[in-house]
């Protein structure tokens, strides 16, 4: 059974740090790219960053840039993402996904499991 757990959200002021987790089982994790999303109320999910298999390719998303950082763990299946100086434009419910391509996936048509998501509040 394909599971996707993200932890590591909560609730932090503006110019805070936190470090998403989000822990894969069921399927061959090294041979998948991951990616993260993030879904604010009332708007459409939109990638923030993804990496591909062996995490030497990235992808961030301009809002994100230089201020958060996707990393993997392979032998943990575990994909992490840290972000910093956070903003309250960042607050969404945040979701890690995996896709069976090698290749950054930067679609999110192109996922093939999703977690269920941690909520990420920041205050100003």
Same mark, same amino acid.
């Given at each position: 059974?394909?599971?996707?757990?993200?932890?590591? !959200?909560?609730?932090? @002021? #503006?110019? $805070?740090?936190? +470090?998403?987790?989000?822990? /894969?089982?069921?399927?061959?994790?090294? *041979?998948?790219?991951? !990616?993260?999303?993030? @879904? #604010?109320? $009332?708007?459409? +999910?939109?990638?923030?960053? /993804?990496?591909?298999?062996?995490?030497? *390719?990235?992808?961030?998303?301009?809002?994100?840039?230089?201020?958060?950082?996707?990393?993997?763990?392979?032998?943990?299946?575990?994909?992490?993402?840290?972000?910093?100086?956070?903003?309250?434009?960042?607050?969404?419910?945040?979701?890690?996904?995996?896709?069976?391509?090698?290749?950054?996936?930067?679609?999110?048509?192109?996922?093939?499991?999703?977690?269920?998501?941690?909520?990420?509040?920041?205050?100003?």
């Amino acid at each position: 059974q394909v599971q996707l757990v993200e932890s590591g !959200g909560g609730l932090v @002021q #503006a110019g $805070g740090s936190l +470090r998403l987790s989000c822990a /894969a089982s069921g399927f061959t994790f090294s *041979n998948y790219a991951m !990616g993260w999303f993030r @879904q #604010a109320p $009332g708007k459409e +999910r939109e990638i923030v960053s /993804a990496i591909n298999w062996s995490g030497t *390719n990235t992808y961030y998303a301009d809002s994100v840039k230089g201020r958060f950082t996707i990393s993997r763990g392979n032998a943990k299946n575990t994909v992490y993402l840290q972000m910093n100086s956070l903003k309250p434009e960042d607050t969404a419910v945040y979701y890690c996904a995996a896709d069976h391509s090698s290749a950054v996936v930067t679609t999110i048509r192109g996922y093939d499991y999703w977690g269920q998501g941690t909520q990420v509040t920041v205050s100003s």
